[in-house]
Structure formats: C-alpha cells, structure tokens
C-alpha cells in the first residue's frame, strides 16, 4: 500500500509569490494534517482537516490556508511568500479524527529567495 | 499551555549497546497520547512507538521501549541492541486532541551509532 504522498519534494519561489503544496493520505484515512519545520526545529502544527472540513489550525497567518478535496486528497497553499516561510512541509494522515496514529509523507523542501 | 522538551540535543551509542532519550512534557489533561518518531536524512517522520496515558503499562515494539512516568511527566525512549539504521533524529511529541488532532514536538535529540 502507498505511504503519505506529497509533491513536489523540493520547490524554489521566489519573495511574493504564491505556493501550493499536494499531499494524498493512506488510502482510508480520512484526516490530513499539515505541519511546518523549520531545520533545527521540531515540525509545528498549521492545519488540521477531517472530512474535508478544518478542525483545527495553528499559530499561521492568514497567508496560510488549505482545503480537502472529496478523494481526502489536501493542498496547503502560502500567499506574499517570505524568506521565512523557507522550511520543509510535512503532511500527515490518520484514520481518526483525533490522530491517534499519524503517518507522515517525505516531506516538500521549499525554498524562498 | 502544553510543551515539550527534549533536553539531550545529542547522544551517541556503541552499536549493539543500549541507549535513553529523554522527554518531558507539560500538561493539565489526564488523557492523552505521547509518541517517538524517528526522523532520518530522507526527513521522513517514522513513528516509533505510541504511548496513551489511561495505559499503566509502558508500551514496548521490538527493540524500542518507553518508561512513561506520569506522575513525573516523562516519557523516555529506550533503543536497545543499537543498530547502524537507528541513527536519526529522534523526536517526542504529545497529542493534543481536543484541538483539532494537534502533536506537539520536542526539539529532537540527533543520535548517532557508532560502528
């Protein structure tokens, strides 16, 4: 069975401009998260979906937002980019709503220059 | 507000020795899941082992084991019989799910295996 599917794995955008990030889940899970990792750090949580509805959000902007499609298939996407937001993007699913048990995909690398 | 800390930003082990990072959390809940995952080069997050906090017993998957103290609020990992693939870094991290599914990570702990 496929794991966590996330494209594309590195990105390089330019300050300004705006970013949209894929993740498929594990087939059956229908809660998708996604989670900013700064190197050196831990990840920290940015959004939750669950049944193609938020359920809970981080500390972000409002320059981060995402959706969840019918497939559970979910985009994360970033507006007005800056050099900070350079960090590698983890997406995770889980099969409950809680995420008791969450698997992770490799990850985008995105660069901002 | 809940946090976690990893005080041990790097650890070294002998191949086929045993090895114990530790964790530290703070929470008001009285239910929750605590977790290692595992973090090598490829940056994937690989989940080690799960812990939820109603279950006295620690849980225990093949050579990785947890002392989930709950009074104390630690919850420490245990490699043994270190392996060459075990290095990575290593990270704990709590499960807040009464908002939205949420995990909250310690800073990680980098371990190396040394040959």
């Known amino acids: 069975d496929a794991g966590v599917t996330q494209s594309p794995t590195h990105l390089i955008k330019t300050r300004g401009q705006h970013v949209t990030l894929r993740c498929s889940p594990i087939s059956g899970h229908k809660s998708v998260s996604w989670y900013q990792q700064v190197l050196g750090q831990g990840p920290q949580f940015i959004f939750q979906?669950?049944?193609?509805?938020?359920?809970g959000r981080g500390n972000f902007p409002d320059r981060f937002s995402a959706r969840q499609f019918p497939n559970y298939s979910s985009e994360l996407n970033v507006n007005a980019l800056l050099l900070g937001d350079s960090a590698l993007y983890l997406c995770?699913?889980?099969?409950?709503?809680?995420?008791?048990?969450?698997?992770f995909g490799q990850g985008t690398r995105l660069t901002v220059v | 507000a809940q946090t976690v800390t990893q005080s041990q930003p790097e650890m070294s082990v002998q191949e086929a020795e045993t090895v114990t990072l530790s964790c530290t959390y703070d929470?008001?809940?009285?239910?929750?899941?605590l977790f290692w995952y595992k973090q090598p080069p490829s940056r994937q997050m690989i989940l080690v082992i799960r812990?939820?906090?109603?279950?006295?017993q620690n849980a225990t998957e093949n050579r990785f084991s947890v002392n989930f103290q709950k009074a104390a609020k630690s919850f420490s990992l245990k490699i043994s019989d270190s392996q060459l693939g075990d290095a990575a870094m290593y990270f704990c991290?709590?499960?807040?799910?009464?908002?939205?599914?949420?995990?909250?990570f310690g800073q990680g702990t980098e371990l190396s295996v040394k040959p």
């Open positions: 812990q939820e906090a109603y279950k006295q």
């Open positions: 979906y669950y049944e193609k509805e938020e359920r």
């Open positions: 995770a699913s889980s099969w409950d709503r809680r995420n008791t048990e969450a698997f």
């Open positions: 929470t008001s809940e009285s239910d929750y899941y």
């Open positions: 991290a709590y499960l807040l799910y009464n908002q939205g599914g949420k995990l909250i």
